[in-house]
């Protein structure tokens, strides 16, 4: 096990979208994640990198209480978005939650047809208006970079598109909301390396506009698409920093090992 050095992860991001502050998650035998502290910057992509089992994917589900799911789990600790603590039981989860996209590792379309993916989130929030529901489907299937391929059949079933395609149909799904934030969990482990290389180059144009949290175990992906790095080691973090800081001058002997060996 890993002792971190407090000063290797209080990098401090100038707007932190998300703060977390002290985070631990405990299981009924485990302490899954150890004392994160963690300012995450807005419009950049930040990687939550480390090898298997780590605590990446629990981290991010903490970030949208996704681990509410899991009754066997006890987080204390804080993280707040725009200055609300998401743990707090005060605050409402699902209007939080409006301000996160999420992209799992294998594509879910909603079994309707793609222009209904896209305009389910905005029907729910109370948007009726057909031409305006038409213009969101519209755009955030240009933004994915969907629209060309899907145009003709917009009313057919989403579940007959390619894995690559329901992925970025996901997205679009997702951004159709105006989240601020995009949370990723190894969004292309389950695609083939051209679409891959898609939804790589869609995320590094949407960083632009909103915040991405993005787990990756994939090395070179990771190098590709980050501007900060989280690096993790048995649920703690052992560096934080610019993508070219924790890459080119990694100060730890765990990560210095890590990006030998590639993984
Ligand atoms: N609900 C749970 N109950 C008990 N243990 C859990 C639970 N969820 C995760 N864990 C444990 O916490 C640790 C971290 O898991 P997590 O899925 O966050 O790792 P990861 O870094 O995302 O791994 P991978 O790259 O393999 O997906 C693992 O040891 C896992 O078994």
Redesign the pocket.
Known sequence: MANAEPTLHAVTAEVPVLNIRHLNVY??N?H?LRDINLKVPKNAITVLL??????????LKCMNRLTDL?S??RLDGAIEIDGQDILSEKNDITQIRQKMGLVMQRPFPLPMSIADNITYGLKLKGVKNKKILAEKVEKHLREVALWDEVKDRLKTSAQRLSIGQQQRLCLARGLAVEPEIILAD?PTSALDPISSRVIEEEFSKLRQDYTIIL?T?MLRQAKRLADYVVF?YY?EIIEYGPAAEIFENPKTDILKEYLRVGH
């Open positions: 299981s009924k485990a899954i480390g090898p298997s089992g780590c605590g990446k994917t629990t981290l899991y066997e789990l190894e787990v175990h993790m649920g």
